[in-house]
């Protein structure tokens, strides 16, 4: 297998390279042959992400200047503290929670907490789902509700409930928490433990009104990143609960990913017929960061071996998609509107080198 710390160093050389390429402004997806960036003005979804990592490489090399500039972007994302968006978890969550986590910046916490109240504010009434918001953040996307509900939610969503709980032990955080992730086991998870994209509810009633995919090939698919989300998202309840429930339900929808892909990156749609379907190297990074996460437990649950017992077969064919210069090629975004859906993705690369700093350090801040 590629040594871990070879493939670690080479992520890390990225980061700083894409910094020098990026300036001010924030990497989103970039040409898998020449390595260049497009960028967004805002960071967009996930301007969370490149802030994480920049603060891993900082903390890794010991330059203060990438903690500095980790903080100084916190304060541009800062006005979206105010957005209706189910993206203000993992905004702030990869970067003041995180940052406050690793530094005790007490500014950090203040606005992490701030996010993680405004985010269990949007907890639907009737069901307690927590919904996308009608100015979630996406341009890849057109689509905005308080009546819709993604697979994501399950993972972007309640990260930042685990954090605020741990920090003050307010109830609020786990009982939304479990309330959502209660409802995504009941109508998101199929009976072969595949997951559905989108469902619609009606406000009033909590009566399911529609189930669709945006990012999948059809509305009875299975779109492989929202498979990921899903059992990142369960994996991460089990982390922080200790709830055996959630650890058979991550393992029920990762069972439906090993049989469809084994450790290989999975198509960007488990169901595309197309043989020249493009694959997701991003959605098997959420998965070995969530398995990293996970193998670092001690002591690890016996439960727990089946699953950590495939971390490294999936290492090493996502090592095989990195380049020389630390490069995840093959993500997918958006297959259906063909954007960037052959590309180097911002959090492909995030998380990838999260699992593997999770890993040589046993253990993330948060």
Known sequence: MTARGDLLDRLCARVLATRRQVGEAWPYHADPVTGVWQTVDDGDWCAGHWIEALRVVGERSGDESLIEEALARVER?????ERDDMF???????????????????RMRTLALAAAYAMRSMAMQVNGAMPIGTQVQVKSTTLASRSIVAVDNVHPNLILDWWAW???????????????????????????????????????????????????????????????????GYL?????????????????????WWDKSGPEIPPYDFADPDPEAPADSSAAAIVVESLARLAVL????????????????????????????????????????RFADRAELVWGDFYLLSALHCLDRHGLPC
């Open 77 to 81: 994302v800062r006005p979206k503290l």
């Open 88 to 106: 203000r978890a993992p905004r702030f969550y990869y970067s003041a929670a995180r940052l406050h986590a690793a530094t005790g910046d007490p």
């Open 166 to 232: 741990r920090v003050t032990r307010d109830p609020v955080f786990v009982e939304g928490a479990r309330a959502h992730l209660d409802l995504t086991a009941r109508d998101f998870i199929r009976s072969d433990g595949s997951t559905i994209e989108f469902i619609e509810y009606d406000p009033r009633s909590g009566a399911k009104l529609r189930e669709f995919t945006l990012l999948g090939c059809d509305d009875k698919s299975c779109w492989s990143r929202g498979q990921a989300w899903a059992i990142g």
């Open 236 to 256: 991460r309840a089990y982390e922080a609960l200790g709830d055996a429930g959630y650890l058979a339900i991550a393992r029920r929808l990762f069972d439906y």
């Open 298 to 337: 001690d002591p690890l649950p016996d439960a727990a071996r089946p699953l950590v017992d495939r971390l490294d077969p999936m290492l090493e064919r996502l090592a095989a998609r990195v380049t020389p210069d630390g490069r995840l090629i093959d993500g997918c975004f958006n297959r259906p509107r």
